[in-house]
């Protein structure tokens, strides 16, 4: 593991010895200097946290500012109408920005003599999908795990029982024209089929965005999990 297999970020860091870390994943085509102004929103004093904001690793074609986790266009065909081959090449995007990701953590947490558990992650929307597959292919239990305004690509019945075990947050704005509110009850019902411990917020009036209202639920959510 070297300094080439992470990603790169922006920090919000007002602590020299943090007791907990939160890594924070944007949405398609945003980029982690644009992002990281979640943190100071999100966060309170007595957590005693750092905020790392991650670059997603591909830049948007024809959009060099913007990221992307996975490519939302395999051959050129939108991610709703890909077929078998579209699926698997996203498929193996999202592994590799999964090992990146969790590199990252690793190389992080150690700086700090932390572990998995005091760690969060939130993701929104593009963010939100990879903050699921993170916590999927993960064999450590985190300090929970939180999606925003994004969904959960995954429909096999889960065995990760240190996925299962991490707390779990999920809301989704019901005026959202970008995801969908289809997908916020679709993830719901993937979660409850497979007993995960999890909160779930349909938010009145909320577009695709973070919204004061969802800052407040997700501070609400920290706490009991801290």
Known sequence: MNNNEILEGSLFSPHVQP??????????????????????TLNLHEWEANYIALNAPSPVPNYPAGRQW???????????????????IIRSEVQSTVKLIKQTIIITKNKFKLSFR???????????IMTFELGNNLQHQLGGLAIISGRIMENKLITN???????????HGNQD??????????????????HFTYE????????????????????KFIKKNL
Do not use: M, R
Request: net charge negative.
């Open 177 to 194: 024209d970008v995801l969908p509110v289809k997908n916020f009850y679709d993830s719901c019902e993937f979660l409850e089929t497979n």
């Open 161 to 171: 029982n240190h996925l299962l075990n991490t707390p779990f947050f999920i809301s």
């Open 200 to 219: 779930k917020y349909l938010l009145s009036g909320d577009a695709h965005t973070i919204s004061p209202q969802a800052i407040d639920l997700l501070q």
């Open 19 to 40: 007791k907990k870390l939160f890594f924070i994943l944007h949405g398609y085509g945003d980029n982690a200097d644009n992002f990281i102004h979640v943190a100071a």
């Open 118 to 128: 005091d760690c969060f992650i939130i993701g929104f929307s593009q963010g939100g």
């Open 70 to 88: 996975f490519n939302l266009y395999p051959n050129g065909i939108y991610i709703s109408e890909a077929g078998k081959e579209e699926i698997s």
